[in-house]
């Protein structure tokens, strides 16, 4: 019997609620599809912070042990970070994105897959109208540990400037940096993605018409397009790419692009499927693959068994797909979401004034309603 070791961060915020739900998923479709599966917890985001605190030590969002247990495991789970509780004015102060920064780059994950799916009964809990929803079915791929978010940075207190007397005050910057070959594998990844796609298209988004690195992206794009002819490719100015998502968002099949604009346009594609808790990711590159939810820690909603746990069970699903290439297993959970769907069950977040009142639940009755319909 094929047996995997998985890691499981839980993090901050509903992180410990989502992922319980989503383990208790991975458990039922093991037994059904006959492998067998280790899972253990381990401390990232404010809570490895505070276990630093608590035990003396110096504050870190990832602690060693941590990477080491990700190194080790043959997939990584991973919940959500950050939290009120971390915020801080001081600039040196450990933030807990920091711990999803540092694992992403430090198991060498470049490539982010996050689609975005379009459940035909939550259509109408879309900001959007229906009618555009129709046949929404996308794959957005991000550049995962390149861009502003791990260029250099830089902050000078009392920085000389063009303001009054000469002063500026506080100075930052964030250089967006990115290398050829950086570009290259991520590209290359998103138009094999395409040419296997049905619709076939592959929408490169970037600013080629202001960044340098936006210009050697198109470049690279461009170049590789011809590798592809099969593939249907077109660019788009990210500016443009976000009004297009909500004008036509049907148009679109794969779209690949840098970390900070992935970032947004994935938040932004979150709204067709009616909530950003419907958005499962998965990371994938050179070490231990991971998987997420697209969403954050929601600390509002953190403790009240209310948030929605789909986003964290679908990214369980792509990790028994990519992760364990359990594909049946993958399915099977992905069926059953869909099954819970049409059956009317909805958390808060997907819930609209068509829903009745005794069709919402709360965290742990929807990861119940999942498990039930996992056959
Ligand atoms: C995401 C999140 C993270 C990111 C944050 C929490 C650092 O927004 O995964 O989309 O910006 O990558
Ligand atoms: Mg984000």
């Known amino acids: 019997m094929a047996s995997y070791t998985i890691c499981c961060l839980p993090g901050d915020g509903i992180g410990p609620e989502i992922i319980a739900e989503a383990k208790r998923v991975l458990e039922r479709v093991a037994e059904l599809e006959g492998f067998s599966l280790t899972m253990e917890d381990h401390l990232i985001g404010g809570a490895a912070i505070d276990a630093c605190l608590a035990a003396g030590e110096p504050a870190t969002a990832l602690p060693a042990a941590t990477l080491e247990a990700a190194r080790a495991a043959d997939a990584v789970l991973l919940a959500s970070v950050g939290g009120p509780a971390w915020e801080s004015d001081d600039p040196a102060a450990p933030r807990p994105e920091q711990g999803l920064l540092a694992i992403r780059s430090e198991l060498g994950l470049y490539l982010n897959l996050r689609p975005v799916k379009v459940y035909a009964p939550l259509r109408s809990a879309s900001a959007l109208k229906p009618e555009l929803l129709e046949g929404v079915d996308l794959l957005i791929v991000r550049e995962l540990t390149g861009g502003l978010y791990f260029g250099a940075k830089e902050r000078i207190e009392d920085a000389p400037g063009a303001g009054e007397d000469g002063a500026c005050g506080v100075w930052c910057s964030d250089a967006m940096e990115y290398g050829e070959w950086e570009v290259e594998r991520v590209l290359r990844w998103a138009f094999e993605c395409a040419s296997r796609r049905p619709r076939g298209r592959l929408t490169s988004v970037d600013k080629a018409n202001v960044l340098f690195t936006s210009r050697l992206w198109r470049e690279v794009a461009h170049r590789l397009a011809t590798e592809w002819p099969e593939v249907d490719y077109e660019d788009l100015y990210v500016d443009n790419a976000a ?13 690949c692009t840098e970390n900070t604009f992935g970032d947004i346009l994935s938040d932004e594609a979150a709204q067709l499927t009616g909530s950003l808790g419907m958005l499962a990711s998965a990371s994938l590159g050179r070490g231990t ?14 403790g009240r068994d209310v948030a929605n746990p789909l986003a964290q069970i679908l990214s369980a699903a792509l990790l028994l797909r990519h992760g364990l290439l359990e594909e049946d297993a993958a399915a099977r959970i992905e069926r059953a ?3 819970v769907l049409e059956d009317g069950w909805r958390t808060a977040d997907i819930a609209d004034e068509t829903t009745p009142a005794d069709r919402v639940l709360g965290t742990r009755a929807m990861g119940d309603k999942v498990l039930e319909a996992l056959v």
Do not use: C, N, Y
């Open 289 to 302: 693959p991971l998987f997420e939810p697209s969403h954050g820690s929601a600390p509002d909603l953190a």
């Open 243 to 255: 009004m297009q998502l909500v004008a036509e968002p049907a148009h679109f099949d794969v779209i």
């Open 337 to 339: 979401v869909e099954r």
